[in-house]
């Protein structure tokens, strides 16, 4: 029924479980948040969505078909785009080039027509470098397209992430601690913009440890600990959750 | 827009023309022998340029590519086919029109495969074997590949060196010319000096403008997000293994056509070509060029290739290779011809401007 469904993902490092038999579902156009201490596995589950990692063993699948240990390229295509909690944009390229290599499942010169600039490659080009800067213009960044993307300040590099993984026209969008490090200001514009992802027909699944951003926004949170799922609800029901309580505050501060 | 983008390939040709007419208005035409010869290694220069300083995968084993295409199509070309004539063979050969007859250097007929043949041949082959050894060695990363690549270039060294075929330390000669279209021919001729710097110009010209035209494309933004980060280049769809595998077989036919043209113009090939500080060299062209920077790139390859062939480094001239490669790597990893490394001069400029203005403005600020 899931749009993503996880059954059972486990991955191991050497002897640490670090995602311990994790299953749930992300239903068509939610925003699901993962949330758990830090060393939870929360980043590990992402890497293993994407395919940055292969899992021990599960499944997950995403409009019923399976793409667990397609390599990353190809799980792209599939339609799943993702950002990094430690910030991972192309050094020595523009914000408006990085957010073009968005758009690389969506064109297709090889290298011979890119060499020769070839009519098709031309038009494609010109097209690619439109919907950047469109896209770029929706953050509310277009002024930004020229400058060179990883000296921008933090906050910033988030959005210029945020929009390249935009860019690829993902149906699922996988944010990775999207306002770790952020200004109150900035994590209240990131919240609106994740809501305006929603409404423009993409599912969101984010890893966040700001508890008001989350209770804000995601219509259903995951909670991990330890690599093993402890509970997943509405919010209303995740704050009260005495499991989840006891794994944030300590067993002995109840 | 495209007018601005191709004025640094306008102004390259004016440069090209210029050089040329000082040297014959000179009278000193054998200075255009070392420049061609130089145009010739700056190919290779300009597809390690887009390999490293793009993409950030590093070779040490571009000299084994030049030395495949410039001894590919010389053991093609100096073997005499004319007692082999009468067989199936050779016959279809001549009658396809694959090869050529005239007289060498002593007046003797001989019949040879043409180097339009050797050319393809010698570009298959470059492209098969980088292609081969490619899918395993671009798994590593940093030295790794950097020694995998070096043990490339020494197997290929010592191959050269030790086979009777490739003429072991003696290398091959008598090369025969290359009739190009139009009376043109790639030949150490003297007579033919002048068309042959100009047919290696165009070489370049063609080689940087296709270069140029792939750094600002689909691919070439793949290339660069590959050398930013793997990570987010496969996240975004990018097939890393798929682009670092092409682009490694694309600098290195680029290496391969370099070596075939320069053996038809010098007459000859030897072990040194494939020598690994030859790759040591060109490695080190491409990070005082800038890493990612065609231009620098191409500049510092005529200017230190040329210094080099006219002998001005002397028997120094691995030392100061070496000692370019050791300097640039320790106080400019990412490449000397940067703008970011200039930007005192522009700052230093800007701030005696500023100084100036002051001084005859209204005098209210004086300094900043």
């Known amino acids: 029924m899931g749009f993503l469904e996880l ?27 993962v949330i758990g201490p830090n060393g939870a596995g929360k980043t590990t589950l992402f890497n293993l969505i994407t395919g940055s990692l292969v899992c021990d063993s599960g499944e997950a699948r995403i409009n019923d078909v399976p793409i667990q240990n397609l390599p990353p390229h190809r799980i792209a295509r599939r339609g799943i785009s993702r950002t990094f909690q430690n910030i991972k944009l192309f050094s020595h390229m523009t914000v408006v080039e990085n957010v073009m290599v968005g758009r690389h499942i969506r064109s297709r010169a090889g290298f011979l027509p890119a060499m020769l600039r070839l009519p098709g490659a031309r038009r494609e080009e010109r097209a690619i470098r439109e919907r950047s800067l469109e896209i770029l213009s929706v953050m509310g960044i277009a002024e930004l397209a020229d400058q060179d993307a990883t000296s921008l300040p933090f906050g910033t590099q988030r959005i210029v992430e945020i929009a390249r993984a935009l860019a690829t ?80 505050l300590g067993e002995d501060d109840a | 827009m495209a007018m601005k983008k191709y004025s640094p390939v306008l102004a390259l040709v004016i440069c090209v023309i210029i050089l040329q007419a000082i040297a014959s208005l000179a009278g000193r035409e054998y200075y255009l022998t070392q420049l061609t010869m130089s145009a010739y290694y700056c190919l290779v220069i300009l597809g390690l340029t887009v390999l490293m300083g793009y993409t950030g995968q590093i070779s040490l084993g571009h000299a084994a590519f030049f030395a495949m295409g ?8 100096t073997r005499n086919l004319i007692e082999m004539q009468g067989s199936a063979a050779v016959d279809l050969a001549v009658r396809l029109g694959l090869t050529v007859t005239e007289k060498n250097a002593y007046g003797v007929e001989i019949l040879h495969l043409s180097p339009w043949v050797s050319l393809v041949t010698a570009v298959c082959l470059t492209a098969a074997v980088a ?35 490739f003429g072991e330390a003696d290398g091959i000669s008598d090369i025969p010319q290359f009739a190009l279209a139009g009376g043109l021919a790639v030949s150490g001729d003297p007579a033919l000096r002048v068309q042959n710097y100009y047919i290696a110009a165009v070489l370049v010209v063609a080689g ?27 996240a975004m769809g990018v097939n890393v293994a798929r ?34 500080m030859k ?29 080099s062939l006219r002998g001005y480094f ?27 490394n200039f930007r005192w001069l522009s700052d230093a400029a800007a701030r005696v401007i500023n100084s100036y203005r002051a001084r005859g403005g209204e005098g209210k600020d004086g300094l900043s």
């Open chain 2, 70 to 77: 410039g001894y590919t199509t010389a053991v093609m070309t």
């Open chain 2, 314 to 340: 002397g028997s120094y001239d691995e030392f100061v290779f070496g000692s370019i490669l050791i300097v640039i790597m320790l106080f400019f990893p990412n490449g000397l011809l940067k703008m970011e």
């Open chain 1, 169 to 248: 026209e993902p149906e699922l969008l996988l944010l990775d601690e999207p306002a770790a490090g952020l200004n109150i200001y900035e994590t209240a514009r990131v919240s609106e913009m994740i809501t305006k992802i929603r409404e423009r027909g993409v599912t969101v699944l984010v890893i966040e440890h700001d508890m008001s951003l989350i209770m804000n926004i995601s219509d259903e949170i995951v909670v991990l600990s330890s690599g093993k799922k402890i509970a997943e609800g509405v919010p209303a029901d995740i704050q009260k959750n005495e499991e989840v309580i006891r794994v944030y």
């Open chain 2, 208 to 234: 940087v403008v296709l270069l140029m035209n792939l750094v600002d494309s689909r691919v070439g933004r793949a290339l660069r997000s590959i050398h930013g980060s793997e990570e987010a280049a496969n």
């Open chain 2, 243 to 276: 682009y670092k595998l092409l682009v490694f077989v694309l600098s290195a036919v680029f290496a391969c056509i370099a070596g075939v043209f320069l053996t038809h113009f010098n007459g000859g090939v030897g072990p040194s070509e494939a020598d690994v």
């Open chain 2, 131 to 165: 292609f081969f050894i490619g899918i395993p060695i671009l798994k590593l990363k940093g030295h790794y590949l950097a020694m995998a690549t070096l043990g490339f270039g020494i197997i290929i060294y010592r191959i050269v060196l030790g086979s009777r075929i």
């Open chain 2, 279 to 307: 790759s040591v060299s060109y490695l080190a062209i491409v990070a005082v060029g800038g890493m990612a920077n065609l231009w620098g790139a191409l500049v510092m390859g005529i200017l230190l290739n040329y210094l």
């Open chain 1, 7 to 33: 059954k059972n993902m486990s991955r191991s490092f050497g002897g640490l479980r670090a995602v311990d038999d994790v299953s749930f579902e992300v239903a068509k156009h939610q925003i699901k948040a």
